[in-house]
């Protein structure tokens, strides 16, 4: 638990010193050449605006953080799924694969508006959707790279011992995939929130991080639109800390391990 924590400590450190730097920077830039708020809004400011009107934006952040969780969670089962089908089926693989591609290309904003003339104008689920999709494909590329990759000599190996297509399945080509799925969650926690906030652009309840950050800037209240930015930030970070720690707990030592043994 020591050795985890201290290299936990080792990994964040230096990302935080930069940030510091570089937030320090950005408030000597601003301060002195006295920059208006509309060309750059220092941090301090946009700090001040965060805590003042940390309620609001809590509550935006709530708002998106729950349709970027259910479309991870449902992006996640789903690849998953469909993974497992198109290496056991080599059609299915064949039929489905460049669709999924095909589908992943075309820009959100068509997505998301062809999902909000499916649903009501209040509804959330058109956002879900959106995020569903994204993360749905990369769990599916990356799942699918950990089935198939494995290593001759397992599957020889198993041949020999007679064992089924789904023995082998279960027994190698399951927990080969495993670090591959812990990958795509990690791509995909911070991507989800993106796309779950973005997508409130196009249309739907005006009650989440995308449309209080354009609302805010579009009527030149800078500082609070950063704050809410900051909000988007700090979800994000917070969909990518619980993907690492879901997969320290998952696998055996978690990432780290698994980069040391091959260092």
């Known amino acids: 638990m020591t050795t985890r924590l201290t290299a936990l400590l080792r990994s964040l450190w230096p990302p935080?010193?930069?940030g510091a730097v570089m937030l320090g920077i950005w408030q000597l830039v601003v301060r002195g050449f006295d920059l208006q708020?509309?060309?750059l809004v220092a941090p301090s400011d946009i700090y001040a605006k965060f805590v003042s009107d940390f309620s609001n934006i809590w509550d935006a952040m709530v708002v998106s953080g729950t349709?970027?969780?259910?479309?991870l969670l449902f992006g996640a089962i789903i690849g998953v799924l469909v993974a497992f089908m198109l290496s056991r089926f080599r059609i299915l693989d064949e039929l489905v694969m460049p669709m999924s591609i095909a589908i992943n290309a075309i820009p959100a904003f068509?997505?998301?508006?062809?999902?909000?003339n499916m649903f009501s104008s209040t509804s959330e689920v058109p956002r879900r959707l959106m995020v569903t999709?994204?993360?749905f494909f990369v769990v599916l590329v990356n799942v699918s790279k950990g089935l198939r990759q494995v290593q001759p000599v397992h599957s020889e190996l198993m041949k020999s011992y007679a064992a089924s297509g789904w023995e082998i399945m279960r027994k190698v080509r399951v927990p080969n995939a495993i670090p591959y799925l812990f990958t795509a969650l990690r791509i995909s926690a911070p991507l989800s929130v993106i796309y779950a906030y973005v997508s409130e652009y196009f249309g739907g309840s005006q009650n989440g991080l995308g449309h209080r950050?354009?609302?805010?800037i579009s009527n030149s209240k800078n500082a609070l639109g950063w704050a809410y930015v900051l909000g988007a930030c700090l979800l994000g970070l917070a969909f990518y800390m619980i993907s690492i720690a879901m997969e320290a707990v998952a696998t055996p030592g978690g990432a780290g391990s698994r980069n040391r043994e091959g260092s």
Do not use: K, Q
């Open 37 to 39: 708020p509309y060309f």
């Open 213 to 216: 950050i354009s609302s805010n």
């Open 133 to 135: 999709l994204v993360v």
């Open 67 to 71: 349709n970027a969780a259910f479309g």
């Open 110 to 116: 068509v997505l998301v508006s062809v999902f909000n």
């Open 16 to 18: 935080a010193a930069f």
